[in-house]
């Protein structure tokens, strides 16, 4: 009897989350990946899919001219995608926004200070930069949880030590306010970064499944459930799953956001706005489908008024 993830969302086997170390970020996808879902290049960055059978990558081919970043984690990468045309990047250079190619710049369980690491380790790879999204926020929310032991003076990364006791985790709206803190600190360098290159910057705070609705589609609740068997998401984070904290998250980060002038999409509220009941979006509370990652880039399109 299979299980309703292998049945639902087969090619799921081929993220495996088995990372290279690497230093000064940690860890990183390994270079020249081929699997029948994702690639990489030399450097492990995924390749972003366009129109006409373009591709391209932040250390492979690309198209003359300037380019644009979409930077975060895993949901950037792709994590749940069918193939590297379906992820986010990709429906932007080939549906949505199309007029520059846009680079896949991002790692797999990243904080937002490794996220702005990849710029200063690989920036020298670019050629000229127009647009910058910053597609990101619960990596820093999840670490939260973690001891003042592990957060340093920058931030909690992941496997930098055991769990908490579950007595000694910070409140709720603590671990906003540490998350915001953080987040805000390194959009404020992403904000030199860009205005140094001439280029625009953004920040989405990406979804989490229950910020979204607060009942999952059935397939999404099956999957759900059976993740929920097999790892400790639920157990863990349950107090930070609560749509009431997802609102004060992106409150939070969009009047930070406002202030350093850096435009703004709570991407949760978008699909709030525009997804039914039934609409199958997530492969997990973090990570989409097909589906859920061209709608979150028609999405972004719209609200972050791309071309």
């Not at 390749?47 to 949901?75: M, N, Y």
């Not at 769990?163 to 390194?186: I, Q, Y």
């Not at 061209?294 to 399109?301: E, I, N, S």
Request: proline content about 7%; glycine content about 8%; overall charge negative.
């Amino acid at each position: 009897m299979t299980s309703p993830r292998a049945d639902l969302t087969p090619h799921m086997e081929h993220y495996t989350f088995f990372l290279e170390d690497q230093p000064y970020i940690g860890f990183f996808q390994y270079g020249d990946e081929r699997t029948p879902v994702y690639h990489t290049d030399r450097h492990g960055f995924r390749i972003t899919h366009g129109a006409a059978g373009g591709r391209a990558s932040v250390a492979g081919e690309r198209p003359p001219g300037p380019v644009r970043l979409l930077a975060g984690s895993s949901a950037v990468f792709g994590v749940g995608a069918t193939g590297d045309p379906a992820t986010i990047s990709s429906r932007l250079w080939s549906r949505y926004a199309p007029y520059r190619p846009w680079l896949n710049f991002a790692g797999q369980s990243i904080n937002s200070v490794q996220e702005l690491l990849l710029f200063s380790l690989f920036g020298h790879l670019l050629p000229d930069v127009e647009e910058i999204v910053v597609f990101s926020g619960v990596n820093n929310l999840v670490l939260s949880r973690l001891p003042a032991e592990q957060q340093g003076r920058h931030g909690a990364f992941f496997d930098c030590g055991p769990a908490p006791d579950a007595a000694a985790v910070p409140s709720p709206r603590d671990r906003v306010a540490h998350a915001t803190e953080l987040t805000a600190r390194h959009l404020a360098t992403w904000h030199v970064l860009a205005k140094g290159l001439g280029a625009s910057l953004s920040f989405v705070l990406q979804p989490l499944a229950p910020w979204v609705r607060e009942e999952p589609a059935p397939q999404e609740k099956l999957l759900f459930d059976e993740l929920d068997d097999a790892s400790n998401f639920r157990r863990l984070h349950n107090d930070i799953a609560d749509r009431e904290i997802g609102r004060l998250y992106a409150d939070s980060l969009r009047t930070r956001c406002e202030e350093m002038n850096i435009s703004f999409l709570d991407m949760n509220q978008a699909l709030a706005e525009v997804v039914a009941p039934t609409d199958w979006l997530f492969v997990d509370r973090v990570h989409l489908l097909d589906p859920g990652y061209d709608l979150v880039a028609r999405l972004m399109t719209e609200h972050l008024d791309l071309t």
